[in-house]
């Protein structure tokens, strides 16, 4: 390649660095234990000079919006709060909390593109999924939600789960603005994981069947790799 010539002028092998975003809501049976969550994330994939991508990545899921109507029922009050060791009423803190490590790979079609490195793009994701609720009591107030005891309410489940990313792919000339945004679609094939719910008086071993569809945005730092004989000296 000569001197000062655009890297991006043809198709680039580019090692990208991302930074991940989502707004998801949900579907299935999830969508009867949480509301609107938010993922962030990073990843790391190469597209190939083919553009075909491999990569990798990991989300933090988190929420503040609850459906799941019958969790605490034995310990709370006609008005919902839960009475302290000492008689106090507290508000006891409810978020969804979980995480997604998956591997990816896809494939970027030069279509509406301003260079070969741009386009549509389909991003097919797979690997494990794991969400709880987390239970807030800030003072520490109440036994039943201390240490072991917390785990009969805090719904773990966990699974197998395949995204569907859908969108646009775009690697700037001067290497300076590089992102991806588009539609998400999660199925997550998972389990509850805990052997009794004190609220229900059951265990928690069944099966469950979460969707998500959401809005999703990365920020990509890019590497480009040149091969040995574009090389000058």
């Given amino acids: 390649m000569p001197s000062g010539e655009d890297v991006s002028t043809g198709t680039d092998k580019i090692w990208n660095l991302d930074v991940l975003g989502s707004v998801d809501f949900p ?6 234990r ?7 994330g990073a990843g790391i994939k190469i597209k190939t000079k083919k553009n075909w991508i491999f990569g990798a990545k990991f989300d933090f899921i988190t929420g503040n919006r609850m459906r799941e109507d019958s969790l605490m029922i034995n310990l709370k009050t006609n008005q919902g709060a839960v009475i302290s060791q000492n008689g106090d009423l507290l508000n006891v803190g409810l978020f969804q909390r979980g995480y ?3 591997l990816q790979f896809g ?10 490195n741009s386009g549509l793009t389909t991003i097919l994701s797979m690997g494990f999924m794991q969400y709880k609720i987390n ?4 003072d520490n107030a109440f036994p039943q939600l201390r240490d072991e005891y917390k785990k009969g309410y805090d719904r773990l489940t966990n699974g197998l789960f395949i995204e569907d990313f859908l969108g646009y792919m775009y690697h700037a000339k001067n290497k300076l603005m590089n992102f991806h ?3 998400n679609f999660v199925w997550g094939f998972k389990q509850g994981r805990r052997d009794y719910l004190y609220d229900l008086a059951r265990p ?7 969707l998500m569809v959401g809005f999703k945005f990365g920020w990509t730092v890019p590497i480009y790799r040149k091969d040995a004989e574009e090389t000058y000296y």
């Fill in 181 to 183: 945004v588009g539609f």
């Fill in 34 to 40: 949480f509301g609107t969550s938010y993922r962030i």
């Fill in 100 to 102: 997604m490590v998956g």
């Fill in 27 to 32: 579907g299935g049976d999830l969508a009867k």
């Fill in 204 to 210: 928690d071993s069944g099966g469950r069947n979460d």
């Fill in 135 to 138: 239970i807030f009591d800030r």
């Fill in 107 to 116: 494939k970027v079609f030069p279509v509406l593109a301003i260079n070969p």
